[in-house]
């Protein structure tokens, strides 16, 4: 079993300081972090849509990435200077306009260096991911 090294509330308090730019408007919020996994929501905004009324790309990849990073820091706490070094993404149906965007983020494997995850991006109550991530996070020493 997997023990969170920070809560959701510990999370978001974190990501406001550390991260405002990101995090401080209030689109996207986290439901849940666990240490294993994440499950985090952006609210639906026209900002979001590219033309022909779909969930444009860079929404869904910067949520996905935002995802892994705070399933990552439920694992291993405080560590704001742990980057991406790959984001691999599959588009796979249209995100449909109206709709808030899921993303739940899991760990596949952490170890000291390197963190390996994967994210399903779904639409609404969808249970059709409209997108699969995979990512490669980097662990500072600490």
Do not use: C, W
């Not at 090294?5 to 730019?21: G, I």
């Not at 996994?37 to 033309?51: F, V």
Request: hydrophobic share 45%.
């Amino acid at each position: 079993m997997v023990i969170a090294k920070m809560s959701v509330a510990e999370l978001e308090q974190f990501l406001h300081a550390e991260f405002p730019q990101a995090f401080s408007d209030g689109d996207i919020s986290i439901e849940s972090a666990d240490g294993a996994s994440s499950l985090l929501r952006q609210r639906y905004s026209d900002r979001m849509l590219r033309p022909g009324g779909t969930v444009s790309g860079p929404t869904l990849m910067a949520l996905a990435d935002f995802a892994m990073y705070v399933v990552l820091l439920s694992a291993i706490g405080p560590i704001g200077l742990a980057v991406t070094t790959n984001l691999n993404i599959n588009f796979l149906r249209k995100g449909q306009p109206g709709r808030d965007v899921l993303a739940a983020a899991r760990l596949l494997k952490l170890g000291k260096r390197l963190a390996v995850g994967e994210v399903n991006l779904l639409s609404g109550t969808s249970p059709d991911p409209i997108a699969h991530v995979t990512s490669t996070y980097s662990i500072p020493n600490t």
